[in-house]
């Protein structure tokens, strides 16, 4: 699990989480007093199936968290990843409800939590942070509707780039990410010696290097190529949706 909480965000100063500064002054009042921040390590599980989700979890910076399904032949296949453009369990629900799927920090760094019952008191007195976190669940139910999609129609290869390149989107780190063949073998669904071909085509191809730990892009128009157009559906949905929450390069540089 993540680390005891030692710091309290301070009035005024918003996390780098783009749905919490989506908010409104007033309505981020609501909830800055009740915020903590931790540091996730690669590998945390904030969730189990069957646990009461008591915390909403909220990925600051390069931090991104994932939704894991776990299947009876003992496999985990991962269906959204989330970064700053959002937040993790009890985001729709009223009380404690139980975890359906494992939670789990995919890339180490901080988060913010807040308990669920804080937000539901928020949400209650203010219509307008209702409507925010409600359109962001929204944005969350299109991403898994178009995983499905992707997962039955398109490629290996296709949805390798496409999860290279979603996971740089929310990184710091314009080239490197640090993920794994096991990881990324996970988030496609299929064993690592399917993943390994992939990473294999792609380094003869010039298009990325690998390291320990990570993959380091080096033709990123080349991979953009590769990919299936899933991540561009969703950047446009979250425009319609939320507009500049969504990380790209340009929120970025913001």
């Not at 100063?13 to 609501?30: G, Q």
């Not at 760094?109 to 209650?124: E, H, I, Y």
């Not at 203010?126 to 999609?149: E, P």
Request: overall charge negative; aromatic content about 8%; some cysteine.
């Amino acid at each position: 699990m993540l680390t005891r909480p030692e710091t309290t965000t301070k009035a005024g100063e918003r996390p780098f989480n783009n749905l919490l500064r989506r908010l409104s002054d007033s309505d981020y009042a609501l909830l800055a007093s009740y915020l903590t921040q931790d540091e996730g390590k690669a590998g945390d599980l904030l969730y189990s199936p069957g646990d009461d989700v008591e915390i909403v979890h909220f990925p600051c910076g390069p931090s991104l968290a994932s939704y894991l399904v776990p299947h009876e032949d003992g496999r985990d296949v991962e269906t959204i990843l989330v970064g700053r453009e959002g937040a993790v369990g009890g985001i729709v629900s009223e009380g404690f409800l139980p975890a359906y799927t494992r939670i789990m920090v995919k890339f180490a760094g901080p988060f913010v939590r807040l308990p669920v019952g804080r937000l539901d008191a928020a949400k209650t007195s203010s219509k307008t942070l209702r409507n925010v976190f409600a359109r962001y669940a929204d944005c969350m139910l299109a991403q898994i509707f178009q995983s499905t999609a992707c997962n039955a129609i398109h490629s290996i290869e296709q949805r390798t780039a496409k999860w290279v390149i979603s996971a740089m989107e929310r990184t710091e780190d314009a080239e490197t990410v640090p993920l794994t063949h096991e990881q990324l073998a996970t988030l496609l669904g299929v064993g690592r010696s399917y993943t390994s071909r992939v990473i294999q085509t792609f380094k003869a191809e010039g298009i990325i290097e690998t390291r320990r730990g990570s993959i380091v892009v080096r033709n990123r128009e080349a991979l953009q190529s590769r990919a299936c157009l899933c991540n561009e559906s969703i950047k446009n949905h979250f425009e319609e949706v939320l507009r500049g929450v969504y990380p790209t390069e340009e929120t970025v540089s913001a």
